[in-house]
């Protein structure tokens, strides 16, 4: 089974605080996501790994920068975290190639106040 | 972003009907995912779906990949309690190599 795992469920953070959330799959998938997913808006991709060291923007990326050292690993960096990134954050892999499936984590429930 | 139109929104059904949900796209796809996402939770993978016409079972879930490439179906059979959730699709555009679009979800409640 394909497993996607986050460093934390729930996250509360202050206003102006850097924030790290980390996800690590363990089925050496090449492409990797971040989304954050809110009420009426649906998931919004904000940033895609395609490999180590390889990243795209996604549809959101203010705010936001990523790292990925390691295949398994990719992280998800809110610079200066403010309310408005309250959300719901999501990781997702995807192996590259004929297939793709696209499998989620459990989610970081993250509260800026 | 875009959204894939999906309906019904919501829908309460009795223990043991059946269950049909449909995602609709103005562009044409080369994938279709369907996911289940519980309250708090990461969405679940149920079905993945790769040719126009294809259908494919999960126990009893049911998908369809539509023969225009621009609509999908999923059906759940006898449905039971534990089917509630928020159930949505995915689309991959044939124009891009990795952006997923993803429909508005269905919320289904089962009355026991």
């Known amino acids: 089974d394909v497993k996607v795992t986050q460093s934390s469920r729930y996250l509360v953070k202050r206003t102006g605080e850097k924030v790290f959330l980390e996800c690590v799959q363990d089925?050496?998938?090449?492409?990797m996501f971040w989304y954050r997913q809110d009420p009426g808006l649906g998931l919004r991709l904000i940033y895609f790994?395609?490999?180590?060291?390889?990243?795209e923007k996604g549809d959101i990326p203010e705010g936001y920068s990523v790292s990925r050292e390691k295949k398994e690993r990719f992280s998800l960096i809110l610079e200066s975290a403010s309310t408005n990134q309250t959300s719901m954050y999501l990781c997702?892999?995807?192996?590259?190639?004929?297939?793709?499936?696209?499998?989620f984590g459990p989610g970081t429930r993250l509260t800026v106040t | 972003g875009q959204q894939l139109n999906q309906s019904p929104q919501s829908m309460f059904i009795q223990e043991g009907e059946d269950v049909s949900m449909n995602c609709t796209s103005s562009?044409?796809?080369?994938?279709w995912l369907w996911y289940k996402q519980e309250p708090g939770e990461g969405p679940v993978l149920l079905i993945a779906l790769y040719k126009a016409g294809e259908l494919t079972s999960n126990g009893r879930l049911t998908a369809q990949f539509g023969i225009t490439r621009k609509d999908s179906f999923l059906n759940i059979s006898a449905s039971i309690p534990s089917d509630v959730g928020i159930y949505f699709c995915?689309?991959?555009?044939?124009?891009?190599?990795?952006?997923?679009?993803f429909g508005t979800g269905t919320r289904l409640k089962v009355l026991a």
């Open positions: 997702a892999s995807r192996n590259q190639g004929f297939s793709y499936e696209q499998y």
């Open positions: 562009s044409i796809f080369n994938t």
């Open positions: 089925m050496d998938h090449e492409n």
């Open positions: 995915a689309g991959q555009s044939t124009s891009g190599t990795y952006k997923y679009i």
């Open positions: 790994s395609y490999d180590v060291k390889m990243k």
